[in-house]
């Protein structure tokens, strides 16, 4: 008997696929993605692709009352700025007691971390030799006028920060590594997002989630959007925090989709709108735990 709880998904994917999921940038963002939906509903959420034929949708919404409805996952996420990304979880911190020094290295997303981490300590190692001591943070603006050609060749692997101080009396030397985050001018700005939507909805690499989705012919066909730090900037920070207003405008949704959800996840809001309803936040109306 499956273990069914209100205000969780159940969860029909096998262990290798939760498993690949739970590894990936965003995490088990289908997980995450069923849990707001189950406690915005109080509905029997299912995640129901389980790889056992092609074309399924992610989850499946019952109801006692209707038909069911739909939903497809996606993540607004660059390939390449994921593979950094998960490359610098794995190689958070270098060990370095030779080096005497705490060094911070910012990478973009052309950097290929596991290429970067052979050498690294070395090649800063001779930067400390050569006097290149980073004492203030410089970025890779600076880096193609710098005279030491090992500055140079870190900026073209993606290296794009670089600063470092002396450890102190209980540190050991190390380098510490970090992923690019996103970045821009404050203010939110709604008309951003919509551009963003609209582009990211109908682009052709979307065409199978439309096609899915059109495919069950659900009244309600949704799609759920995890954005990352990857998304552009306007869309991105209109989902902060720091807001609390919803937008104004009417979203232009493909034909396939009529209901449409985004997640700043996991640090900012989660916005959905719904044909009648219009937008809403889903956490200020949670129907179960």
């Known amino acids: 008997m499956e273990d069914y709880r209100p205000g969780y998904p159940v ?31 109080g509905e029997r959420v299912v995640i129901q692709d389980d790889n056992s034929r092609p074309g399924m949708v992610d989850l499946r919404i019952e109801s006692d009352d209707r038909p069911p409805a739909y939903v497809e996952v996606v993540t607004d996420i660059d390939e390449r700025y994921s593979q950094m990304v998960s490359g610098v979880r794995q190689h958070q911190t270098l060990p370095a007691p030779r080096l005497g020094r705490v060094w911070y290295v910012t990478l973009g997303a052309s950097a290929n971390v596991h290429r970067l981490v052979r050498s690294l300590v070395s090649r800063l190692e001779a930067l400390q030799s050569a006097g290149q001591l980073f004492d203030t943070a410089q970025a890779q603006a600076s880096f193609s006028q710098n005279q030491d050609p090992e500055v140079r060749r870190l900026a073209t692997e993606g290296v794009i920060e670089l600063a470092s101080a002396p450890a102190t009396e209980n540190q050991e030397g190390k380098v510490w590594i970090y992923a690019e985050g996103t970045g821009g001018r404050t203010g939110q700005d709604w008309a951003q997002l ?10 052709p690499q979307r065409a199978d989630v ?34 609390s207003n919803l937008p104004e405008f009417t979203p232009r949704l493909p034909p396939e989709i ?21 937008w809403f936040e889903p956490g200020r109306h949670w129907v179960t735990e």
């Open 194 to 203: 919509d551009d963003w939507l609209f582009a990211y909805l109908h682009d």
């Open 11 to 41: 969860d029909e994917r096998t262990p290798e696929q939760r498993s690949r999921q739970e590894k990936s940038h965003l995490g088990d963002f289908e997980w995450a993605a069923g849990r707001v939906i189950a406690r915005f509903s």
């Open 210 to 243: 439309r096609k899915k989705l059109a495919a069950t012919r659900s009244q309600a066909r949704h799609a759920f959007i995890g954005m990352s730090f990857s998304t552009a900037w306007g869309a991105y920070h209109a989902l902060s925090s720091s807001y």
């Open 258 to 278: 009529n209901r449409v959800w985004i997640w700043n996840h996991p640090i900012g809001r989660c916005l959905a709108w719904f044909p009648g309803r219009g």
